[in-house]
């Protein structure tokens, strides 16, 4: 509620209430989605977590043109199954970013149940090194944007009416390997069925000016959690940082 209310101005108490009972919801029904992934079949996951033809389109144009994406989303919406249903319907494959777990046990439940449709995953320390080995492939690697990094290294945007710190390493890397920036919206359509929607971001990372890609995919987020509040990952310490002082 700390989150909502200071994310929401405007809105009142009574209204913010509605959206935590709705995300709690939702956060509930997402825990057994994702632990459905270790059953779903291929055809009850894309019917669940459909791409829009549109969205299927860029990427197969993309794929085409033997272009490499980086995709980019947040904690919005069932972000696990739309990476299964990438796996099954798109030409590339699928790296996802992730940060292993401590329980051995949990952390390979967690794999088994990303990579069960062909998806493959690369330890967050390992992003970098990793992407270049795959450059000769055409391929797709996937960050979640709105984790908190430290306040040393982010760049520091306005969202949601906070001074949030962003990672730099979305759009630093994209640059490096010069791989057009995705944008993945996941929308729920109704209780335990999704939408993906992508659009293209930036075409030519390179030549984008320092910090624009990531106030680019910041704003899209913003934009999507304000048309849907509910589906957004409230319960984690987004905004646990401040800005450090300029000495």
Same mark, same amino acid.
């Given at each position: 509620m700390t989150n909502l209310r200071a994310s929401?101005?405007? !809105? +009142?108490?009574?209204?913010?209430?509605?959206?935590?009972?709705d995300f709690y919801r939702y956060l509930c029904d997402m825990f057994l989605e994702t632990f459905k992934t270790l059953t779903i079949s291929r055809e009850e996951m894309v019917k669940r977590c459909s791409f829009t033809p549109e969205t299927v389109e860029l990427f197969n144009?993309?794929?085409?043109?033997? !272009? +490499?994406?980086?995709l980019v989303m947040g904690h919005k919406g069932n972000w696990e199954w739309a990476g299964n249903t990438f796996s099954i319907l798109c030409k590339q494959q699928l790296y996802v970013i992730y940060h292993p777990?401590?329980?051995?046990?949990?952390?390979?439940?967690?794999?088994?149940?990303?990579?069960?449709?062909?998806t493959r995953l690369i330890a967050m320390q390992d992003t970098f090194r990793e992407m270049v080995k795959n450059r000769h492939e055409v391929n797709a690697t996937a960050f979640i944007a709105d984790q908190s990094p430290q306040p040393s290294t982010a760049q520091w945007v306005p969202f949601l009416h906070q001074d949030t710190p962003v990672f730099k390493g979305t759009e630093k890397i994209a640059q490096k390997m010069n791989s057009p920036v995705v944008y993945v919206s996941v929308n729920r359509v109704k209780?335990?069925?999704y939408t993906v929607v992508a659009t293209m971001l930036v075409e030519d990372p390179s030549a984008a000016a320092e910090g624009d890609i990531t106030v680019l995919h910041t704003r899209k987020l913003e934009k999507d959690i304000i048309e849907e509040p509910a589906t957004w990952l409230w319960s984690h310490r987004r905004w646990k940082h401040k800005r450090p002082q300029a000495a």
């Open positions: 929401f101005p405007d !809105k +009142s108490e009574a209204e913010l209430q509605r959206i935590g009972k144009k993309l794929a085409a043109n033997n !272009k +490499s994406a980086v777990l401590g329980n051995k046990r949990f952390n390979d439940l967690m794999i088994h149940m990303r990579t069960r449709f062909g209780r335990g069925y």
